[in-house]
C-alpha cells in the first residue's frame, strides 16, 4: 500500500508569483484535504475534494484554488503569493468524503515566499 | 477565532509519568474528536480519536477523555516514554471540516 506522497519537499518563492503543489492520495482513497501549517501552529483546513469536487472550504481566499484528477491526486494552486503564505502545506487523504474517516496525512511541501 | 484551545503549550514529563493535554471547544455540532501526532519533518499521523457519545477511549498506553457538558476533552499518556516525545495536536470536525489546536511539544526525559 502506497501512502500519502507531495511534491516538491520545498519551495521558494518570492511575492506575488504563483505555485502549484502537488499531491497523491493513498491508494484507495478517493477525497484529499488540503491545510495549511504555519510555524509552531496546528494545520489550517484549506479545502476539500471528493470524486473531483470540492467538498468543503476553510477561511482562505479564492487565490487559494485546487483541481483532483480521476485518479484522485490532487493540486493545490496559490496565485499572488504573499509573505504569510509561508508554511508547511499538509494533504491528507481519507477513503469518503467525511472528516470522520481516517484522516493519512503526507509529509507537507515547506513553502518560503520572499 | 480560534475554535479549538489547547493547552499547555509545552509540556516536560520523566519516563513512565502521566502526561496530560487538554482542548476545549465551542461549536457543539462537533461530533468527531481525533488526536494527531507529529515528529518533525513528518505529518501529523492519528492516535486516537472519540465521538461524543462516548466518555472515555482507551487504546494501550493513551486514553481520550470527553466531557461534553463541559465541551472539553483531553488525551492522557500513561507510562510516558522518551518515543513519545512529539508535538500533539487535538482536533475537532463537523462533517467534512476538521479545526485543530495550535498543539503540545511534549519532551518525556529519561
Known amino acids: 500500500e502506497t501512502g500519502v506522497t507531495q511534491s516538491p519537499t520545498h519551495l521558494i518563492k518570492t511575492r506575488g508569483q504563483q505555485v502549484t503543489l502537488r499531491c497523491s492520495s493513498q491508494s484507495g482513497h478517493n477525497t484529499v484535504s488540503w491545510y495549511q501549517q504555519a510555524l509552531g501552529q496546528g494545520p489550517q483546513f484549506i479545502f476539500q475534494?471528493?470524486?473531483?469536487?470540492?467538498?468543503g472550504r476553510g477561511n482562505f481566499p479564492p487565490r487559494f484554488s485546487g483541481l483532483q484528477f480521476p485518479n484522485y491526486s490532487s493540486e493545490l494552486n496559490v496565485n499572488a503569493l504573499e509573505l504569510d503564505d509561508s508554511a508547511l502545506y499538509l494533504c491528507a487523504s481519507s477513503s469518503a468524503g467525511t472528516s470522520q474517516e481516517t484522516q493519512y496525512f503526507g509529509p507537507g511541501t515547506r513553502l518560503l515566499v520572499l | 477565532q480560534q475554535q479549538v484551545k489547547q493547552s499547555p503549550q509545552s509540556l516536560i514529563v520523566q519516563k513512565g509519568g502521566i502526561s496530560i493535554i487538554n482542548c476545549a471547544y465551542e461549536?457543539?455540532?462537533?461530533?468527531?474528536f481525533p488526536w494527531y501526532q507529529q515528529f518533525p519533518g513528518k505529518g501529523p499521523a492519528l492516535l486516537i480519536a472519540i465521538r461524543p457519545d462516548v466518555s472515555e477511549k482507551k487504546e494501550g498506553r493513551f486514553t481520550i477523555s470527553f466531557n461534553k457538558s463541559a465541551k472539553q476533552f483531553s488525551l492522557h499518556i500513561m507510562d510516558s516514554q522518551p518515543g513519545d516525545s512529539a508535538t500533539y495536536f487535538c482536533a475537532a470536525s463537523d462533517f467534512n471540516k476538521f479545526y485543530f489546536g495550535s498543539g503540545t511539544k511534549l519532551n518525556v526525559k529519561p
Open positions: 461549536n457543539t455540532a462537533f461530533d468527531y
Open positions: 475534494y471528493y470524486r473531483e469536487e470540492e467538498n
